[in-house]
């Protein structure tokens, strides 16, 4: 990788606060910051949360509208529901 | 800024990649840019001699992130016409070349990158033309180009010569 690709890539890091950078001697070091990671994955663990929740929601509907379509066709047909 | 046009040309054994810039000044001046401290540090890095050290100096590239410093071995000097020098271990031992010659009144600045096996010559070719326009820009005293301008949309240009 370039340099400048480097210096890019370290930039965008340090304005999201993912990375922070602190002077050592001659040397810079950019240290990982795990908070903005954890917030993301706490934000991800809820988004899949209530997404289960919601798919569990449309299963008992699904159920539920399959029954009460058997229910009605067997009120016609009343002959069919024992065939 | 206009969309930078990439320039650079690799070798046919992929050993070498080259690049040119034609200024419109004498070569002294030209050499001025390429070695004078005052004048590198505008478009690449301070530097100055290490103590008791005749054959390696201390940079610092101003206009990276964090400022990072290294270390420069000088293998050749020749006032006002070739530079040879290798970059330290932090950026993977890079052995460039500077070459100038006298066209009339202007000058032609020719870098080589000898490269090593297993660089990715489509990440140093933008870099080299961000910095050959930062140092056309800072002698000029134009605004210094944007490598966003430069990476990855000159990628293709360094990959397809492979």
Known sequence: MSRPAVSRHLRVLRQAGVVSDRVSGRQRIYELQPGPLLELRDWLDAFGTRWELNLDALETEVHRSARDRRLAKSDHNPEQESA | ?162
């Open chain 2, 1 to 162: 800024m206009r969309t930078p046009i990439p320039t650079g040309k690799l070798s046919e054994d992929g050993s070498r990649l080259t690049l040119e810039r034609t200024f419109g000044v004498g070569i002294e001046d030209v050499w001025a840019a390429v070695s004078e401290p005052a004048r590198t540090a505008r478009w690449f890095a301070d530097w100055q001699p290490i103590e008791g050290d005749d054959s390696r100096v201390r940079y610092q590239m101003l206009h990276e992130e964090g400022s990072p410093e290294g270390i420069m071995t000088i293998e050749a000097c020749e006032p006002p016409s070739r530079l040879v020098v290798i970059t330290d271990e932090s950026i993977g031992s890079w052995r460039l070349e500077l070459t100038l010659t006298a066209e009339g009144d202007r000058t032609r600045l020719r870098l080589t990158h000898h490269l090593d096996p297993g660089i990715d010559v489509g990440d140093v070719g933008p870099g080299w033309e961000y910095y050959l326009d930062m140092l056309t820009a800072a002698e000029a005293g134009e605004p210094l180009p944007s490598f966003e301008d430069y990476y990855p949309a000159q990628r293709d240009h360094y990959t397809d010569q492979r």
